[in-house]
C-alpha cells in the first residue's frame, strides 16, 4: 500500500520554507525521499532509519518518527533548482513503495 | 561511473507485439526492481528481485514478467502489450534493504 503524501502540489517563491508529509499505515523500517525532475529520473536525498533520527541535506532536513509511521521533509530557503517532484518511499519488509509524489515550484 | 541502464529510451509497439525493456547496473547491487511511473499515481512497483533466480510481484504485476539470470541483469517483458501499459518504466537498483535506490534513466513505452 502506497504511503500517503501532502500536500499534493505547493509553489513556494525562493527563499521561503515548505514541509512535505508523508505517513504509512504499516510499520517502517526505513524511509526514503527522492526528487524528480521533468523528465529525469529520481534521484536520491536522504535515507531514515528507525530511531527517529533526523538527516540533513544542504538546506533540506528530514525527520522520521516510527512509532507514527510518519516522515516529514524540510526544505528552507528554498531555490529555483528545488522546484520538481518529491517522492517518499517506504519499507515495511524488502520493498520500497513510493507515494504519489508532492510537486514543488519555486518562482522567483 | 556507476549507473543503471535501461534499453530503449523511447518505444512505440503494436497491441500484441511482444517487447523487452533491458535494464543493467554495474554497481553489484542484490536488489533490483521495475516501476512504472503515470500522472497521478506515482511510482507503483511491478516486480522486483532479491538476487539472482529471486524475484516477486509487486504492486501491479499483471501482464508483466521479469527474469534474474544474472546479477546485473533484469529484463522487463511484456508478452503481449496492450494499451493500458502506456507508461513511463524505470528500472531500480540498490545494495540491500534500508539503502538508496538508483535509477535508471526511463524507458518511455507507448502501445498503440
Known amino acids: 500500500q502506497q504511503p500517503v503524501q501532502s500536500p499534493q502540489a505547493v509553489i513556494l517563491r525562493e527563499g521561503e520554507d515548505a514541509v512535505i508529509n508523508c505517513s504509512s499505515s504499516?510499520?517502517?523500517?526505513?524511509v526514503h525521499w527522492y526528487r524528480q525532475k521533468h523528465g529525469e529520473a529520481p534521484v536520491f536525498l536522504m535515507i531514515?532509519?528507525?530511531?527517529?533520527e533526523q538527516k540533513g541535506h544542504e538546506k533540506i532536513s528530514a525527520s522520521f518518527n516510527e512509532k507514527k509511521q510518519q516522515s516529514s521533509l524540510y526544505l528552507t530557503a528554498s531555490q529555483l533548482s528545488y522546484s520538481g517532484t518529491y517522492f517518499c518511499?517506504?519499507?515495511?519488509?524488502?520493498?520500497?513503495?513510493f507515494g504519489i509524489g508532492t510537486k514543488l515550484q519555486v518562482i522567483p | 561511473e556507476a549507473q543503471v541502464t535501461q534499453n530503449p529510451r523511447y518505444l512505440i509497439t503494436v497491441t500484441g507485439k511482444k517487447l523487452t525493456v533491458t535494464c543493467s547496473q554495474n554497481?553489484?547491487?542484490?536488489?533490483m526492481s521495475w516501476y512504472r511511473q503515470d500522472p497521478g499515481l506515482g511510482l507503483r512497483q511491478i516486480y522486483y528481485?532479491?538476487?539472482?533466480?529471486?524475484?516477486d510481484k509487486g504492486d501491479v504485476p499483471e501482464g508483466y514478467k521479469v527474469s534474474r539470470k544474472e546479477k546485473r541483469n533484469f529484463p522487463l517483458i511484456l508478452e503481449s502489450p496492450s494499451p493500458n501499459q502506456t507508461s513511463l518504466y524505470f528500472c531500480?537498483?540498490?545494495?540491500?534493504?534500508?539503502?538508496?535506490?538508483?535509477f535508471g534513466q526511463g524507458t518511455r513505452l507507448t502501445v498503440v
Open positions: 531500480a537498483s540498490r545494495w540491500t534493504v534500508n539503502t538508496e535506490a538508483f
Open positions: 504499516k510499520a517502517l523500517y526505513s
Open positions: 531514515l532509519l528507525k530511531g527517529g
Open positions: 518511499g517506504t519499507e515495511p519488509a524488502v520493498e520500497v513503495t
Open positions: 554497481m553489484n547491487h542484490e536488489y
Open positions: 528481485s532479491m538476487n539472482v533466480e529471486v524475484t
